[in-house]
């Protein structure tokens, strides 16, 4: 039986992942077609699309996300929707058959988005004592083997220490030193 692959249309709305604030962690509200799931179900929302360009069996996905853009969450309790985008990708592929151990995601973030990646204390320190939104949906992608790298130029411009961030987020020596690398390892760049 032939599957149909899902295709992210929410990249191409503004306000595709529309989300709110919750106690523990900010759930994306469900857009009109779009859905979660199979893999993230909190947020990575994705809408079912008959597509007549099919993925070729034995596609193997090797994707990095470039990721400046902040949630401005702590002002709003969103998640960072340019990290969000790494969740619909997986959520897309794999509903249209391509075995997740078949996608390798990076993130390479730098600017205000290094902001969302910080973990509890220093989120709190820096807004106000609020909890970080995109904690829960970066801790889940380090879950599923993305990569997640901030640029040191830019941790040491907000001075933002690496013991300040998330368990599992790496720091490199720069956002360009990173995206290099990830894209001589076969890493496409996501437009």
Known sequence: ???RPLFLLGLMLGAASATTATATTAIAEPLAGFH???VFT???QVASVDADFPIPP???FK???NVTDGADGADKGKINQDVESAARFINM???AGVPIDRIHLA???HGPAILDLLGPKAYAARFKGRKNPSRA???QLLAKSVQIVVCGQTSAAQKVAHADLLPGVKTALSAMTASTLFQQQGYTLNP
């Open 1 to 3: 039986m032939a599957f």
């Open 137 to 139: 949906m970066v801790e």
């Open 58 to 60: 034995g596609t193997e």
């Open 93 to 95: 592929q794999v509903a």
């Open 63 to 65: 994707v990095l996300f």
């Open 107 to 109: 993130i390479v973030a």
């Open 36 to 38: 979660t799931g199979p």
């Open 42 to 44: 909190q947020f990575g």
